[in-house]
């Protein structure tokens, strides 16, 4: 428990999830392909982001901790990340899926989740343009991040995918200083 709250606090030397990064980047943003892994997740609906982020990371928190059927400890990783759908309209909520890499020993066999809640991810291989931000991140600011984000795409002429999105954190809330955060949108793929 203590070490799994030291993670959460510091979140140092966490697992990330394997990607190659493209030769070729923009000036504002990174190009990267992320392997095929699993993820654990938790899908709301909701208007506002940073509540349905504060709920589904205590459900992942949660099974991270042995509330799944192995009562398996899984070791924190990082990012959080959180995809968003966005509603239809303004006053429509949007779906937002939190979820936690899995640890590369789980990735083979992760442990079967008990809250009905929480679910096995399976992420296929895909491509991101990803842009990194610090500070104490919140729905602001990551709106702003975004469309600086698609902003530059814009400028480069490269083709991407709007929606859904991601949103990603690396820190905890009591890492107070060099905090990383992340937008990522996928990159559209020739039909």
């Known amino acids: 428990m203590f070490k799994a709250m030291g993670q959460v606090l510091f979140s140092s030397g966490l697992q990330n999830p394997p990607f190659t990064a493209?030769?070729?980047q923009g000036e504002?943003?990174?190009?990267?392909?992320?392997h095929a892994t699993k993820w654990v997740s938790t899908t709301l609906s909701g208007m506002q982001w940073d509540p349905a982020m504060?709920?589904?990371?205590?459900?992942?928190?949660s099974y991270i901790q042995g509330n799944n059927k192995n009562k398996a400890k899984v070791e924190m990783t990082a990012?959080?990340?959180c995809r968003v759908?966005?509603?239809?309209?303004?006053?429509?909520?949007?779906?937002?899926?939190?979820s936690f890499y899995i640890p590369e020993e789980h990735q083979e066999n992760p442990p079967e989740p008990s809250d009905a809640e929480v679910f096995v991810e399976h992420r296929k291989e895909f491509t991101a343009y990803v842009r990194t931000y610090g500070g104490f991140s919140n729905e602001t600011l990551k709106r702003q991040e975004l469309l600086k984000l698609l902003e530059?795409?814009?400028?480069?002429g490269v083709?991407?995918?709007?929606?859904?999105f991601y949103a990603c954190g690396y820190d905890s809330p009591f890492?107070?200083?060099?905090?990383?955060?992340?937008?990522w949108v996928f990159k559209k793929e020739p039909e």
Request: aromatic share 10%.
């Open 152 to 156: 530059s795409l814009q400028r480069d």
């Open 28 to 34: 504002d943003y990174e190009i990267r392909t992320y």
């Open 54 to 61: 504060n709920t589904g990371f205590r459900r992942l928190f």
């Open 22 to 24: 493209a030769e070729k």
């Open 85 to 98: 759908d966005p509603g239809a309209g303004p006053a429509c909520e949007s779906q937002f899926t939190v």
């Open 159 to 164: 083709p991407y995918v709007d929606k859904p």
């Open 79 to 81: 990012p959080v990340s």
């Open 175 to 183: 890492k107070l200083t060099n905090r990383r955060n992340e937008v």
